[in-house]
Structure formats: structure tokens, C-alpha cells
């Protein structure tokens, strides 16, 4: 969004292009080079910019890892994985071009010296391929490893840049377990990187949906009138996924699901609803008015967390007809596993815009559907002309992922004598109406780093203010005494029972899916 | 459903007063199983024999990625006798994700004899509301141009590369335009062709520290296909209006010369090649030579910037491609206004 982020004159021949200014040209250095992210995400990403013609004509790309390998063979990897994950097919005469300059540097992650030959084969390909000494240095390594990383990637004097050139580095979630973790992993990056250099992804920012949220906020004018406590009665957000724990098993049961969506994933898509609109569309502004949602989100007290959240665990059960293992029989969990798989919640945030209204959220493995949505419930237009039963409301939905798209629930009279009103739905799809497919979000936000636009990514507050709010109810899970309790709901049900009675004690229901 | 355009025939013939009726029982039939879906009014004009068929398998093939109402007009001015004649279809394709049939609504009609000035009635009869109505105008443009036409036209698409005289074919559409109060948009299919190679040519300008080699460019080569010289003349026109060069003269040889704002003389060669319509463009500096040509695979560009005669590593980009959908694709992708285009037409009219 912040596409002047590196342009301080804008280049005459680019004027009336669509496509938006190339990069420059810079060498990537991946940490965790043989994992699954680089496989899956990284390089099928960097392939389809590559092919897309948006990648800058010098781009290097070092894979850093334990395992013996050469360029060759990593190459080699490299190509079979993207033709397997690619959304677009891999094409011989451009992976060609674009392996030749994939590298791959072996070294232990807390070897000194592999930071220092790294240093060295970092100048060299500088000086053979162009990359003028901008560096993007991608965590896709374990939190643990982040620190030995950095620690070294400095002793190496590899976070300093010569006059003109840049270094940034790129963190995956999670950030931090917790606020003193955050805190303290803050603070690691902080010593070899400033903020300005560092970047905190959440690929569900690099969501065309989520992007879109501003713009159906703030270049629609009738939806602004409306979108405050004035009009809107309550907002639901649902991340809904079919899928159990599978490979992540040993992650998952030390996370649960507050912190591995709640924590970054949703509050970040309540951010882009509750916010005010930003002075500009720069970076720092956008993610100014974001940090306020979260400072102003109430604060519970322990004693208020049972009546606000709840959580849940997948029991056994069926999804498609198909029957699957409760939460506890998957592989490596614990037995006796007392992780949430769901968590639903009633928020409030408390500013001047959404004093009152409540948020109400829901996040859970092994449901019903996979499905992201933001639904927007207005308040209900006054009975006295129909009927005192007019009970529907005005709803408008934010459909992040599948068939991203967006639509609006309205009252509409059944055709007929008498006066029978009944709701309709008006209906946009994105691939309905747009042929065209969108790039991934890894795609966006990659591209995004290389330009020195961080408008989707976190920044430090953010990151620091929202664990800041799930602490308070992780502590209270985790204490001895007096914890709210963990309730169970069958696979492919819509989570438990206590997640209908939160709403159902206000008067409404989730909405279904 | 037999209107369903499944091998690009014009579809179900109806009377011109029950378009609308023949429409809604169209989608009727279909029964929730196939979604209508719409984003522009596509209007295709031809007085080329055979045109209607041609168009419809465009129409289907550009609505695949662009849902449209497509209005496709077949004219014979030269036919004494008056007919109307009108088709209703259906192009369909399965969605992205898969999971239901997507289709956009072509009207088809051709016109005979001087029922041709019916052209605007029909057309703001057929229009989907509150959607944006572009003209493709293929061929042409003929005197008088019909203002209540022009004035309802959001964007005229044409391609400059066809016409026989550039400037009274540029002097008609700028009448419209002027007539519509400006509200047309030009977009010429023959800059839409220039496309791939103005993005993978301003990116090497891109890094601010590349700015000062503008001033220092001493000569530039381009290299067009037999009939596509205005294309390669619109590419100098880019160059020459965005860096801020004025027309010298032309030298023979098909060498235009500029001078730049100190005034410097700058040489720009266009030298036909069979080929793709540009096939190389080469632009020249002191130390860096800037090269944008066509890869051997065809449809993909190779870049490259080096000292003349060293050894480079080539980035390879999209060229797109010259076929009408493509072009037609890239346009419909494109919004705003083309003042770069007027601008580069402006620096080089007299040369076209």
C-alpha cells in the first residue's frame, strides 16, 4: 500500500503502468532453508513473482541450513517442490533462469563461522549477480533458533548496510507464547535490527479479502454513515477449519488455538473492522489506528473470563461422514491433553465508535467447514410499519477464505397479496466477477518486504498489546484454582454447547455457515 | 438451453422486441445451476464480413476472465435493403474454485442497409444499468460520428495499428472525445501491445540511483515486424514524451532524431524485422546498454543491462502476447485515463 516506501522520484517511464514498481534488486537468505515454509510457500511464491515478471532482474536467494547439500541438489528440491505447490505451472525456461540464482549454504545455526562465510558469499554474489548488498533475511527457522540467528547474523556484521543498500529481516508467527516472551523476542531482534527493519508476518494480512476490508470501509460511502454503535447491534468473526492438528501435533499441543489464531489472525481482521480510518494509506498510519483497536479492547478481570470465553476440545466424531479421532488419540498429544481446539469470545472494544457492541468471535479445529468470515449485524429497522415480528436484521458478510467475496442480507417483500417480507441475499464473488486469480498472500507480502512496505505486517505494539489481552485469559486456563473448564464438543459439530449459551444469554446466535 | 454457446454459434435467433423476455427465460432454464455474472457493457462494432462468428469466439474467450455483457454488432452499410437481425447466447466456463458455472450474456446483431444509424438505439437498449459501456470499434471510424453515441461511451477501445490514415482517424475519435465532454476514454489496442515492454524497460529505471543514466542515453534501437512501424513510433513517442525529448527531424534510414532538454541529440532507429510487432529494443548509454528482446520460447521477454559486449545474466518476464483476447484482456484489466498514451501520440502525430 506504501508504494513510495523506497521512491523518492518517481521514475518518468512508470507513469501509467498498472503493474506496481519492481523491487530492488537484493539477495534473500532463508534460515530453515529444507523446511516445509520455503518448500510449500516460499520458493513456489518467489517462483510465481519470478514468472509474473514482478521479482527485480537482480534477485539472489541463499538457503541457510544444517543438512549437507549442494546448490544442485537444493536446487533440485527446490524445483520438484514448486511444481508440486505452485499455483501456476512451473515453466522450464524460467525456473531455469530463476534457479540459477539459488544458492545454498550449509552451517549449523549457532556455528559463528558459517555467519562468517555466509558474510563472504553474500559480497560474492553481490558482486557476480548485481544485488548491490540489500539483504532479506527470512526466519522460516524454529522461534528457539531466532536468537543464536541473530546474534551471529550481527557478530557477522550482517544486519549493517553500506550507504544505499538495506537489510530488513522477516519473522514467521508465532511471535512469542506469550507478552514477556514477545517482549523478550522483541528485544532479541531489536539488537541486530531496528523496528523499521523488521517484519512480522501474518499471512492472512496478504489475504486479498482482508486488503479488501479497507477499501469496502473507506471507498464506499454508505457503508461509513453506518459502521459504528449507532447501526451495527453485534460482529461475529468465525475461523472455521475442518482440518485436526495433523503434522503440527507437538506445536499445537504447547499453543492451542487462542494463541496459534486469536492472538494474530483474528485480532488482526478485527483490527481492520474497528479501526478509524488512517490519515494516509503509509505504513505507520494504518498500523497506528490498528494498535488502537487493540489498546482499547476491554480488559477482562479473571473472575469475567468464564462468562466471556470459551474454550473447547475435539472429541470423537465425524466430518464429511467420516469418521475421525478425538483430539486427545491424535498423534503426539498428550492424553490427557487439556489444549482448546476452540475458542469462542465476547469482546468489547472500547472506544467511541464501538462502545457497547458486541464482538463476538469463534475460532476451532474439526467443524462443520473450513470458512473465514466477518459478518456485520445491523441493528433491526422499527416494526411499527410491518409486523412487531420483523425479526431479521440487515447482515453483511466479509467472506475472507474459500469463494472470497462479499455479501449483503436484506428484507424483501414475497411476491403475493399479502404483506410477507422475508430476507434476500445480494451476493459479490470474487470469482465470479474477476477471472483473474489473485497471487498468494506469501506472494504479496514477500514482494512487500523487498519494497520496504510494511503496511502488512505487525509491528511491535501491536504484537506486545495483543498478547497483553490473551495473557490475561491464558493465565487463567492455566490456574490452579477456580480455571473455567474445558468443554468437549464432537468433531464436525459446530463446537460446545457453551459457545451457543454465550450468545444465546444476549439474545442472539451464531450465525450459520 | 440452446442458447448456451457451447461451440461459439451465435446462439438462439429471437425478435428484436423480445430480447429481454428471451433473456430471462435463458436463465430461467438454467435453474440456479449456472451464475450470471457481469462487470461492463462490451460492445463490439464490425462492418467486416464474417465478423459476428469471429467476435463470438473472442467474446467467449475474453469472458473467461472478464464477465461481461457482451453486445456484438455484425453491420453491411452497403446493403440497400434494411434487416435486423438478433441472436441472444450464453458463455459459460466452470469457475476457479470449481464449484459453479459462471457465464456472461451476448446479444448479437447484424444490421443491414441504412438501418445502421439504428446502431444507437439498439445498443442503450441492451445495456446492462449502472455498468460501465465500453466500445470496441474494430476497423475504421467513419464521419459523421454519432455524438448521442459517443456520449454514453465510457471507453472506446480501437487499434491504431489497422488504420490506413492516423491522423484523420486520431482527429474523429478526438472530436468524440472532445464532444463527450472528455468523458471517453482512448485506449488504443496498439499501445495496449507496448505494454510488457514499457514495464520491463522502466524497470530497470526503477532503483533511484539509475536516474542520472536518463540523461545520458545517446541512441536507442527499435525493431518492429513488417505493418506494425506505428507501434515501434508510439514506443519512441513514449520515450521521447515521458524524458522530456522533442522531435529534431527524421534522417533516413528510418532513424528519428530527438533532442533532449539540454539539447543533446538523441537517435532513435526503427529497423523492421519479421518478427513479433517489436522485437528488440536496445537503448544506449555511455556505459550501460538497457535490452529488452523477444525470448527464443516466444512469449517471454529476456532483459538484460551490461557494458556493450560483456557477459549478462538475463531475466526472463512476460511479453504477453499479440492475439486479439490477450490485448483485449490486458485492456479490460487496465482503469483511469491514458494521458501517457496522448501524451506519446502528441510527441510523435506528425510521424504517424
Known sequence: MNRAAEQPEPNPLREGLSARAVPQPCIIVI????????????????????????????????????????????????EEATRKFSRQAVRDEIWRTFAQSIFYHQSEFGDEAGYETLAKRLDKIDKECGTR??????????????????????????????????????????????LASARELNRIVRN?????????????????????????????????????????????????????????????????????MVQNHLLQLLCLVAMEPPIDLSSDSIR????????????????????????????????????????????????????????????????????????????????PKSATEISIHFKKAPAVLFSKDLTDQNVLVIRIQPDEGISLRIQAKVPGTSFRIEPVKMDFHYGTSFGKASPEAYERLLLDAMSGDATLFARRDEVEEAWAFIDVIEHTWSAKKDAPGLFFYPAGSWGPDEADDLLARDGRAWRRL | MAAIAENYSLGLQVELGKIDSELKKLWAQSEGAMTRASLVNLAVYSEAPGSLEKNTQLIAKIAENHACRAIVIGADCKTKEDRVEAWISAHCHISRTGSKQICSEQISFLLEGPCTDLLPSIVFSHLDSDLPFYLWWQGEFREPMDRQLWAWVDRVIYDSQTWKDFHAQMRLVESAQMEAKQRIVLCDLNWTRLDRVRFALAQFFDHPASYHRFAKIKNARIEFAPGFRSTAMLFAGWLAAQLNWRVEKTIGGGVLQFLNLSGRKIDIELRERAGEPIGEIILN???????????????????????PGEKRMPQLMPAGSNDPVSLMSEELMRGGPHHVYLRAVNCVRDLL
Open chain 1, 31 to 78: 534460515f530453515g532453508a529444507t523446511g516445509d515454509l520455503t518448500h510449500r510457500k516460499l520458493i513456489p511464491a518467489l517462483y510465481n513473482l519470478a514468472a509474473d515478471g514482478d521479482l527485480p532482474p537482480a534477485v539472489a536467494i541463499v538457503g541457510f541450513a544444517r543438512r549437507e547439500k549442494s546448490d544442485e541438489e537444493f536446487r533440485t528440491e527446490l
Open chain 1, 133 to 178: 548488498g540489500n539483504r532479506l533475511f527470512y526466519f522460516a527457522a524454529a522461534p528457539d533458533q531466532f536468537e543464536p540467528i541473530l546474534k551471529h547474523l550481527k557478530a557477522a556484521g550482517l544486519n549493517e548496510t553500506c550507504k544505499g543498500s538495506w537489510a530488513r529481516v522477516i519473522v514467521e508467527k508465532p511471535f512469542g507464547t506469550d
Open chain 1, 192 to 260: 541486530s535490527f531496528t523496528e523499521e527493519q523488521t517484519y512480522r508476518i501474518d499471512h492472512f494480512l496478504g489475504k486479498e479479502t482482508a486488503q479488501n476490508i479497507l477499501v469496502l470501509r473507506f471507498a464506499n460511502a454508505i457503508f461509513a454513515p453506518l459502521w459504528n454503535r449507532h447501526y451495527i447491534e453485534h460482529v461475529q468473526i468465525t475461523a472455521a477449519e475442518t482440518l485436526g492438528v495433523e503434522t503440527r501435533a507437538g506445536f499445537y499441543d504447547r499453543t492451542g488455538a487462542l494463541r496459534d
Open chain 1, 288 to 367: 497506528d489506528e490498528k494498535v488502537k483497536v487493540v489498546r482499547s479492547l476491554r480488559r477482562f478481570a479473571q473472575g469475567e473470563i468464564a462468562a466471556n470465553v470459551v474454550r473447547g476440545q475435539y472429541a470423537q466424531g465425524a466430518i464429511n461422514g467420516k469418521p475421525v479421532a478425538a483430539y486427545h488419540q491424535e498423534p503426539n498429544v498428550k492424553p490427557a491433553s487439556q489444549t482448546e481446539t476452540f475458542v469462542a469470545l465476547r469482546l468489547y472494544i472500547d472506544d467511541w465508535r464501538w462502545a457497547d457492541v458486541p464482538i463476538y468471535m469463534r475460532v476451532g479445529k474439526r467443524l
Open chain 2, 285 to 307: 548509454s555511455p556505459e550501460v546498454e538497457f535490452v529488452v528482446a523477444r525470448a527464443k520460447c516466444g512469449d517471454l521477454l529476456e532483459v538484460s543491462r551490461g557494458k
